[in-house]
């Protein structure tokens, strides 16, 4: 069919990319004085309506995630043959393919556009969806107006919503970015999937090769020597055949790729937002989630370590972590504290989650008493805060074990959820205000009411929550043993 020289007011320039079920054209929006890119799916697959569906169905995607990390969608229609079209970012740098025709980037290059990247996929996944399809032919590059480039993840061809994967999933995604559930019908992908295609485009990266079979691979720095050891971790747990081993998404890798220290399996925070929710009045707004979630996402650190990893109890007054489950909680709370029994261990488990400085059981503790009187029950629809510890639906759903890939919580919330997500936020988090002056332990108090970025301006704990981290800082005393 001959090619089109107009998709609606954008007039076509040239052919760029031609894929399986579409092809891509520079063109030129006239009225706006702009190039874009225009997509367009083919002829012999537009009669398709399945096809035709999932067409359309990345533009909503794209449209719907609008970000500046993906590449954005600014318009939908048909051509005059019936064809539907979508035009979005003209991507005028190019892709990582064609970066890594020329052999592998510079190790600081690679963490740089990686942490792009995966805040990237950090949006997606906020929103309930895999990708599926990572590889270096959908890493594109678009110049800034101020100068430098951004990076921008393409291509949500065979993009799915978590609301859908229940359901039958047919194989799918690249070989040798594709991870090995996406080689079976019903393999169900979820957010691990596009953590194992993001392992995948790092290791790419350092080496100049796509990762061989796990039976025969070997880590970064034994094909790229100086590549750290901690991000030869972060890669090869990235890659592991078994997705429960993985990464839980693209938010806990970049924490990965970012720490100084080598990652331990473990199960970290997923999908963070940084602001806690408020009493009546100061309810936290999410109208631009993606925003939040994407500067979250690359501050998330994965500190939380599991049962088996944890030592013996301690002696009273000593500070080495606690087992995962048992009754013995005084060498951490005060007996005689006032504190429930039916809450103790949940609120040791809690407090021990990371050894984030000031966390602490006591902390946690004393902070469920100022929220809710440790009242389980608790039910303030007003400010849309439930449950023992306070936490609305929206907010819990990123902090719960699971994240975003379990059921978005309804009140009432249990008290384990409850008190455990304290103690993921908090290792999560927590870094982000490290270095900031005051009481370790009241800095967290703070960012649980009001998030990172209000204990940054005011470089410390802010005035208005003061009283509240004085309350805190009393109940503390009471509770920590002698």
Request: charged share 25%; hydrophobic share 40%; net charge negative.
């Amino acid at each position: 069919m001959t090619a089109p020289t107009h998709a609606g007011r954008y007039r076509i320039e040239q052919l760029i990319g031609v894929g399986g079920f579409a092809s891509v054209h520079l063109a030129q929006d006239d009225e706006l004085r702009s190039p874009v890119a225009v997509k367009i799916l083919a002829d012999n697959w537009a009669r398709r309506r399945d096809v035709r569906e999932r067409f359309l169905q990345e533009a909503r995607l794209l449209r719907r995630a609008d970000s500046h990390l993906l590449v954005q969608v600014f318009d939908i229609g048909e051509l005059d043959d019936g064809r539907p079209y979508f035009v979005m970012t003209y991507a005028d740098r190019g892709t990582l393919e064609e970066r890594l025709a020329g052999g592998p980037l510079a190790v600081d290059e690679t963490l740089r556009l990686m942490s792009d990247i995966c805040q990237g996929l950090a949006v997606l996944h906020s929103i309930g969806v895999v990708h599926r399809d990572l590889k270096p032919s959908n890493v594109l590059f678009c110049s800034r107006p101020e100068g430098g480039e951004r990076v921008m993840v393409a291509d949500l061809g065979i993009a799915r919503s978590t609301d859908h994967l229940s359901g039958l999933t047919l194989p799918a995604g690249s070989p040798g970015y594709q991870a090995p559930e996406q080689l079976y019908f019903d393999g169900a992908p979820d957010a691990r999937a596009d953590v194992h295609g993001l392992g995948a485009l790092t290791y790419h990266m350092l080496t100049g090769r796509v990762p061989a079979k796990p039976e025969q691979r070997v880590p970064p720095s034994a094909l790229r020597p100086g590549v750290p050891e901690a991000v030869d971790a972060a890669v090869m747990r990235a890659l592991d055949p078994d997705r429960e081993v993985r990464w839980s998404d693209a938010a806990a890798y970049a924490a990965a790729l970012s720490s100084p220290t080598v990652a331990l399996p473990e199960d970290p925070p997923e999908a963070p937002q940084e602001e806690r929710p408020r009493r009546p009045g100061r309810r936290m707004a999410l109208a631009g989630g993606t925003a939040v979630v994407v500067a979250a996402a690359a501050a998330v650190t994965a500190m939380a370590v599991t049962a088996s990893q944890r030592p013996d109890p301690p002696a009273p007054g000593t500070t080495s972590s606690p087992p995962h489950t048992g009754t013995a909680t005084s060498g951490w709370l005060r007996a005689d504290s006032g504190i429930p029994d039916e809450y103790r261990e949940l609120i040791v488990r809690a407090g021990t989650s990371c050894k984030e400085p000031g966390l602490s059981p006591a902390l946690i503790a004393a902070m469920l008493k100022v929220e809710s009187g440790y009242d389980p029950g608790l039910s303030d629809p007003e400010s849309d805060e439930y449950g023992i510890a306070r936490w609305t639906p929206r907010v819990l759903w990123h902090w719960q074990p699971g994240g975003l890939q379990s059921p978005k919580p309804e009140p009432p919330f249990s008290a384990e959820l409850s008190i455990l997500s304290m103690g993921r936020f908090m290792c999560a988090l927590g870094p982000k205000v490290r270095d900031l002056p005051g009481d370790p332990a009241l800095k967290l108090a703070a960012l649980y009411r009001s998030g990172v970025d209000p204990l940054k301006r005011a470089n410390g704990i802010p005035e208005q929550w003061r009283d509240y981290t004085g309350k805190v800082s009393r109940y503390m005393r009471d509770y920590q043993p002698a």
